[in-house]
C-alpha cells in the first residue's frame, strides 16, 4: 500500500498542488488528480498490481480514494 501511497504524493506534486489526503480522500471527483494523473494510475496499479482494468467493469470513480484503490487491488490501506 506505501507504494500506491508514494504514487499518488508523487502525481499530486507533478500537478503542482499542495494537497494533502488520507484514505478516504477524492482523488478524481475532487479535481486533485486529472484524467492524465489517471491514466498513469491505472498503467502503474496493471504493472505492480496486475490490476487489468480492461477486464473488469472499469469506471475510474472506483479508484477515487486510496481506500478504493486498496479494495481493488487487495492491498490493505
Avoid at 494523473?37 to 473488469?56: C, H, P, R, S, V
Amino acid at each position: 500500500m506505501d507504494k500506491i501511497v508514494l504514487f499518488i504524493e508523487n502525481l499530486i506534486k507533478e500537478s503542482r498542488m499542495n494537497t494533502k489526503i488520507d484514505r478516504s480522500t477524492s482523488l478524481f471527483l475532487s479535481g486533485i488528480l486529472d484524467s492524465v494523473a489517471g491514466l498513469k494510475l491505472i498503467m502503474f496499479l496493471e504493472k505492480e498490481y496486475n490490476f487489468d482494468a480492461a477486464t473488469i467493469d472499469f469506471d475510474i470513480n472506483k479508484l477515487d480514494s486510496i481506500e478504493l484503490i486498496s479494495q481493488y487491488t487487495g492491498s490493505k490501506p
